[in-house]
Every structure is written in C-alpha cells, then in structure tokens.
C-alpha cells in the first residue's frame, strides 16, 4: 500500500504528463504483479465498489479520533473531503504495516462488505493504526468507492508499453476488458500483459474487443480546410451508446466504450445471429420506428438496468447502428482502410438482412452531398432528425487506437450547443489539486410565481469550461458571497452570470425544473449581464420543442 499511495500522491501532485509517465514507469517496474495488477485496474478508470457506508466511516473515525462531531464537522468543512479529513485527524499508526495493495484489496477490503457494524468497526481502527496520513487517505477512498486519479488510461498503457518495451496497441488491446470488474486482476493477468507477443496472441482472445477508434472535435476548423469532399465517408453522429458487438465461438458479447460488458442490458442485441469471427463497431440507440432515434433519455432508462423485463424491451427497443467492421471470419480488419471496411459491412449487413438473421441491427446511412456548402446546409437538419451532428471519416483511414491521427482522422463535425445566461447559486470544492478550490457549481435560471414574483430554479450542475484564472476569479467571488454552508457545499449571493451549454434537453419529472440537461458545461462568465437579465425557465421549455 505504501508504494502504491507514493504513487498516488505523485501523480496527484502534478500536471505534467511526463512525470506522470516516469512515476508510474517507477512503479510497475518495482511493483510485485499482484499488486501492479490492481494498480493498473484503478489507474485505468475500474472502479472500486463501495465496502463501508459513509456514514459509517464518519463514525468509527470520530470515536477513533476522540473528537466531538461538531469539530470533526468542521474539520470535514473546511477540508472539503471525507477520505482526507479521516487521514488527517487520526492518531498516528502504533504498528506499522508493509501489507501489499492487493492483499489489502482482497483480505482487508472485500471482507468488509456486508460485514456487522461491529466487526467493520473493529477492522477500521486496526487498518487505521497500521497505515500513516497518506496510506490511509488512499484506503478511506478505497474503502468509501470514492477513488479517482488524475492519470489518463492512454498514460497507463504508455508506461506498460515502455517498461515491458511493446508496441502500445498491442498493450491497449490486451488491457480491452480488464476494468470490466467481473474477474479480480491477478499477478498472472499482469505478467499477460507486459508478456512478449506470440503470433498465437490473436486466436485466443475469446470476447475480448478492440481498443476504440475515437474521433476529434472539427471545432475552429473549416470542413472545406479538410479538402476534396470526395475523400471522405460522411455520416450522422447519433446520441446513443458507443458499442462493439463481439461473436466469437458460437457467443456474442457486447461491450461499452467504457468496457462495461453490457450483454445482459441489451439481450436483443445479444440475440442476434451473426457469422463467427465478426466485430460490429456502432452505437446502441431505441428506435421505436421511423426515420429518428428515441432521445437519449430513453437509452437512459435501459442502460442502468441489468435485468430487462419483457415489457421494457417492447416499450423501449434498442438496435445498434452499425457504422464499421473490425473482424470478419476471425481476421483483424483494421488495417484496411475505412472505404474498404465500409464495402464489407455493407455486404455483412445485406446478408442478414435477406436472412432475416439480424433485425436490431441497422447499417448507419452515408450522406451525399454535392459540395462542402450542400453538406453544410444539410447538416442544419440535425436537430429534427435526432442527431448531434455529423461524422467525418477519411476514406483511407486506417482503424486506429484511441484519438490519434497517425493513421488516417475521425472528425466530429457537431451541431452548436443549446446555450442559456444563468446564475450560478451553489458551489462546491473539487477534488485533488483543486480541493481547496471551488470548482464544481450548481446554475439556476427564473421562473416566474402566480404571484408576479420571480425566483431562482436550480436547473444544472457543471464544473468544467474555466481556465484555472478564471476560476480563481469565481472563488474568490465565492467566498466573499457565502450566505449558508452545507457541509462541502457554499450558498452564496447570487450575483455572477454565466453561459451554460449543453447537447440536449429533456422534461424530467425527478429535477426540480423539470428539466435535464446533457452534458451541461461552461460556456463564459457574462459580466456584461446582470442577474436580472439570465434567462428564464419558459426559455429552457421552449428549447424542449427543438430537441
């Protein structure tokens, strides 16, 4: 655990990818493989699940402590987080412990889900007094579900690839499911992964998928810049679910951009009969008919769901749009250029489409347009076809790994965000460097009472879109503007305007509005407007008819 909240506190305490790089290079070359192998599933975005309610935590750490509640309220105030107030306020360690981080994942951690208020109480305060400040703000995160890292997966499998001397696709394509969290990481799982490549590799890769190809927002650029029209394979972005649809040995897997094997959720997709030695790249949509997808709110209330009941498949059928192929009968399809790719799917999907084999499987449409200027004007049609916009691919592009252009260029060509001037009511401190600053805010626009009167209504929550300046500007204001504090939370005067954007916009009973946003971000600080002049809930509700 030591080497690994080193580790931790390293690439916490910098912004620079090199030493980010050198630091986690240090670490898995020291590492013991069943302890790199859990540091490689956290690093790379796996997520701890949460062993200890936090209520629970505050307890057994303020009778641990000695203090009274309201000092250790006011010590988790002004620090702003429960793992690192925990640390902090403890005694120091009475026996020190070199215990590895898998071991304490595995025989300190897991026991304690589920486990008696007494014997999780019990466990605490032994952990507690074998670690120092540090280890044990990393157990408490771990321990909570809280853990988060500022190091990137592409900076992770960077490392590997170095320390093991590698191709980096290579490594990024083993590390393709190992966050998926249904299998514990294991030394023999790490020891795979920096492993020299055999030329058996492929054959046995069994559900595995891709690493994701990703494209690049066109956002200054002209598409003219990009030149000849012809040269690219135009197509719609949907709003959906990012997949990849694996069948392989007589079974389907279907898998998230996240690495979330997702199978269950979508059992209609799961169904489907495929050739063996195929991988469909696509997005999952519900499509109830005709020539728009369902919004995304729709794909929302099948994606958390894990059992599917045979009334939420007929109300809200998913079908994967299948826009590029990246196996056919067992081969590796990626090195071929995107028109040739585009040639086979097409046949793929017009063979099944005559055996009737496939019906939740769609071929996304290519766009035809005479000029730069023609696809402009029809991309203006977006918002009534459900869209956010259009993709441009490359003809000759090749399917590469993560957002790259060394082998041809994705370009995501997306329609202007809705946008609103709102008044910014509630902050809350971040997290890492930016703990100390108020950095995630809370945004409300008026509504107008039976009674003539106008109030605030808190409609969005957004935290990124500021400078690191500008944000520093924002908490000073802050704090100097406070009027109630709720824990992390500050309610201040209301008294900045900002411009929030967002993709989309649907009616939501569960939000105080009755409106939710998506992807909701910061656009710029309006100083040239007052409070009086942000904009109205009738405004946001308006938006509702073009969504």
């Known amino acids: 655990m030591r080497d690994f909240a080193r580790l931790y506190a390293e690439l916490d305490e910098t912004t620079s990818t090199t030493r980010k790089l050198a630091a986690l290079q240090a670490y898995f070359t020291s590492a013991a493989p069943q302890d790199a192998a859990w540091a490689v599933y956290f690093l790379a975005g796996g997520k701890p699940r949460q062993a200890v309610p936090t209520k629970l935590l505050r307890q057994f750490a303020i009778e641990y402590s000695g203090l009274d509640d309201w000092l250790f309220d006011e010590c988790y105030h002004a620090v702003g987080d429960l793992a690192e107030t925990i640390a902090h306020i403890l005694p120091p360690p009475s026996q020190p412990s070199d215990i590895g981080l898998a071991d304490w994942i595995e025989l300190g951690i897991a026991p304690l889900r589920g486990a008696a208020p007494e014997a999780v109480r019990a466990a605490l305060l032994l952990y507690w007094d074998q670690l120092d400040t540090r280890e044990r703000f990393l157990l408490t995160k771990l321990i909570g579900g809280g853990f988060r890292v500022g190091v990137s997966r592409l900076l992770v499998t960077r490392a590997l690839s170095a320390i093991a001397n590698l191709d980096s696709k290579l490594v990024a394509q083993r590390l393709m499911g190992w966050t998926d969290g249904s299998v514990s990481p294991t030394a023999a799982g790490f020891l795979q992964l920096i492993a020299a490549h055999t030329p058996e590799e492929h054959a046995q890769r069994g559900g595995q998928p891709y690493p994701f190809f990703l494209a690049h927002a066109l956002l200054e650029r002209e598409p003219a810049s990009l030149g000849e029209l012809s040269d690219w394979q135009v197509e719609w972005k949907y709003d959906g679910m990012r997949a990849q649809l694996v069948s392989r040995e007589g079974q389907n897997w279907l898998w998230s951009r996240g690495e979330d094997l997702i199978t269950e959720r979508f059992p209609e997709l799961a169904a489907l009969r495929l050739p063996d030695g195929v991988v469909i790249d696509g997005e999952i949509l519900i499509w109830h008919g005709g020539n728009s997808p369902a919004p995304f709110a729709d794909l929302q209330?099948?994606?958390?769901?894990?059992?599917?009941?045979?009334?939420?498949?007929?109300?809200?059928?998913?079908?994967?749009?299948?826009?590029?192929?990246?196996?056919?009968?067992?081969?590796?399809?990626?090195?071929?250029?995107?028109?040739?790719?585009?040639?086979?799917?097409?046949?793929?999907?017009?063979?099944?489409?005559?055996?009737?084999?496939?019906?939740?499987?769609?071929?996304?449409p290519l766009i035809a347009a005479d000029s730069w200027e023609h696809l402009a004007r029809i991309r203006e049609e977006s918002r009534e076809r459900g869209v956010e916009g259009m993709m441009l691919k490359a003809n000759d592009a090749k399917y590469g790994v993560g957002r790259t252009k060394n082998v041809g260029t994705?370009?995501?060509?997306?329609?202007?965000?809705?946008?609103?001037?709102?008044?910014?009511?509630?902050?809350?401190?971040?997290?890492?460097?930016?703990?100390?600053?108020?950095?995630?805010?809370?945004?409300?626009?008026?509504?107008?009472?039976d009674g003539g009167e106008r109030k605030l209504v808190p409609f969005a929550k957004a935290y990124s879109g500021l400078t690191d300046a500008e944000i520093a500007k924002v908490d000073q204001a802050i704090r100097k503007t406070t009027v109630e504090k709720f824990g992390p939370v500050r309610s201040v005067t209301p008294s900045m305007v900002f411009e929030i954007g967002f993709e989309g916009i649907a009616s939501s009973p569960r939000h105080k509005s009755g409106i939710a946003v998506r992807f909701p971000r910061i656009l710029r600080q309006r100083d040239d407007k007052t409070i009086d002049e942000a904009d109205t809930l009738d405004t946001l509700k308006s938006l509702l008819a073009t969504s």
């Open 301 to 364: 209330k099948r994606m958390g769901r894990k059992q599917v009941s045979a009334r939420l498949l007929g109300e809200l059928p998913a079908v994967l749009v299948a826009y590029d192929l990246l196996e056919m009968d067992g081969r590796d399809l990626r090195e071929l250029p995107q028109s040739e790719r585009r040639r086979m799917l097409e046949q793929l999907v017009n063979m099944l489409r005559a055996q009737q084999a496939a019906p939740q499987l769609r071929l996304s």
């Open 410 to 449: 994705w370009w995501k060509w997306k329609i202007d965000p809705y946008s609103v001037d709102a008044v910014l009511i509630y902050a809350q401190s971040g997290h890492g460097r930016r703990a100390s600053l108020y950095t995630d805010y809370t945004f409300a626009v008026w509504e107008q009472e």
